[in-house]
């Protein structure tokens, strides 16, 4: 027999027999949610970068700080010669101390420069909170792709079981034609598309088997495995009320959401970066003072010492433009700043408005694939015993039976749009509802 033939051979005899083959899916190592989502907040580039960010953002907060403080410093030298020293205004050689020692301590303070360092500070805190709420929506970011990955396994995991009712119901199809055809009452052709049904649901179900595989790799993949994972499903996953008002979860996100505040504290820090940058026009005072040593012997004792203070008082009368430019740009800055807090609040809202679009049309899909499910099945019940009387065909079977199956598949559908429309959803508020 030739491998083609043979392979037909084969197929035909599992379409005869029933048989679906075995899958070794179930063991596979399990991950609940909220392991999942743990395990992908630990290993996610973006958030290592985010908290970089945010570190980033209190060094600099605190280098602001750190202009208020005075500066010190201490330096100290010593050197060692000859006996005798070269006179370089006679030429002889004159006798004189081979050693020479040193040391210096001095400090310096600016007493008045504007407020330009507090608007740097406070420029400064505004960062920080612009890095934590960027890191604050990066965590519902990855939360609501981990979610993604979770609930997509778990929906290849239910559209896997729809596959697997509808080759036993293939089956089932199959028995009333072989009870009707040893009765005379049904034909050739009747055998043979049920046989056809049969393969092509078991065909449907190595499918949704290779789907559901790669869905579990791409989990394990989020969390930082490098094998499948099968997700547990833990918690009621029906459609639940939200505890906010439409109209207020549009205010909320235009708001508070995590995007929103990161961009309304850029605008902040951008214009207090005007504010620093025009106290250049500004003089600024500053005290200094210092401390002395030097002694010709290695000791403590003796030797000259000595002490300065000064005040200062620095104006650039022109420095080639740098002020004007320098307020320029920062002007500049702060305009596009704050059409990016405008441009994130519309997009927050807009954002918002979908994610609830797409939530109330999961939830009235749900009730409308739930509906359609019981219908089909009875219609499915009805269409066979009108068959098993001979008042309809085996055409009307197959059909009633992929109203089944469809039926099905769409409630699972909508079940889990639903459950990942409200993750956008809370994801975009930056709050779960």
């Given at each position: ?31 609940t ?9 630990i290993?996610s ?28 410093s ?5 050197s ?20 020479s ?21 406070g ?19 990855v ?9 997509n ?40 598309r ?27 993949r ?17 459609p ?18 995590p995007s ?7 605008a ?28 010709q012997?290695f000791?403590l ?5 000595s ?24 002007q500049?800055?702060?305009?596009v700043?704050?059409?990016?807090e ?7 809202r ?21 509906d ?35 039926a ?10 639903y ?15």
């Amino acid at each position: 027999m030739r491998p083609r033939a043979r392979a037909r051979f084969v197929a035909c005899a599992v379409a005869g027999c029933g048989i679906v083959l075995p899958w070794n899916g179930a063991a596979q190592d399990a991950v609940t949610l909220e392991e999942a989502v743990q395990r992908a907040l630990i290993r996610s580039p973006q958030m290592a970068q985010q908290q970089q960010s945010v570190d980033n953002a209190y060094l600099s907060q605190k280098t602001a700080w750190g202009s208020f403080l005075p500066t010190v410093s201490v330096g100290g030298t010593g050197s060692l010669r000859s006996a005798n020293v070269l006179n370089d205004f006679t030429g002889q050689i004159v006798p004189g101390s081979s050693d020479s020692y040193s040391a210096n301590l001095s400090g310096s303070w600016t007493v008045f420069e504007g407020t330009r360092r507090f608007k740097e500070y406070g420029a400064a805190k505004s960062d920080v909170r612009a890095a934590e709420a960027r890191y604050a929506n990066q965590r519902y970011q990855v939360v609501l792709q981990t979610q993604n990955f979770f609930f997509n396994a778990l929906r290849q995991e239910d559209l896997l079981q729809v596959a697997r009712e509808r080759v036993d119901q293939a089956q089932q199809n199959m028995t009333i034609v072989r009870s009707r055809t040893m009765l005379g009452e049904a034909t050739i052709s009747d055998s043979l598309r049920a046989r056809l049904d049969v393969v092509n649901a078991e065909q449907a179900v190595l499918q949704f088997e290779t789907a559901l595989r790669a869905a579990r790799f791409a989990l394990g993949r989020q969390v930082g495995e490098r094998r499948p994972l099968a997700p547990v499903r833990d918690g009621n996953f029906d459609p639940r009320p939200l505890a906010l008002a439409d109209p207020e979860i549009l205010e909320l996100a235009e708001s508070v959401s995590p995007s929103v505040v990161a961009a309304a504290e850029a605008a902040d820090a951008a214009r207090l970066s005007v504010s620093a940058a025009k106290t250049v026009w500004i003089p600024s005072l500053r005290l200094s003072s210092g401390y002395g040593w030097n002694n010709q012997q290695f000791a403590l004792s003796g030797g000259n010492t000595s002490w300065n203070m000064s005040l200062s008082m620095s104006y650039p009368l022109f420095n080639g433009f740098q002020r004007e430019t320098g307020i320029d740009r920062a002007q500049f800055v702060y305009r596009v700043s704050t059409m990016q807090e405008d441009d994130a609040r519309l997009v927050a809202r807009e954002q918002a408005d979908a994610a609830l679009q797409n939530l109330r049309f999961a939830e009235q899909s749900i009730a409308v694939a739930q509906d359609a499910a019981r219908v089909a099945a009875e219609d499915l019940r009805v269409v066979r015993e009108r068959y098993g009387v001979g008042a309809a065909t085996i055409l009307d079977v197959l059909v009633s039976q992929a109203a089944v199956t469809q039926a099905d598949a769409d409630v699972v559908t909508a079940r889990y749009d639903y459950i990942l429309a409200r993750a956008e959803l809370e994801a975009i508020l930056g709050r779960e509802l």
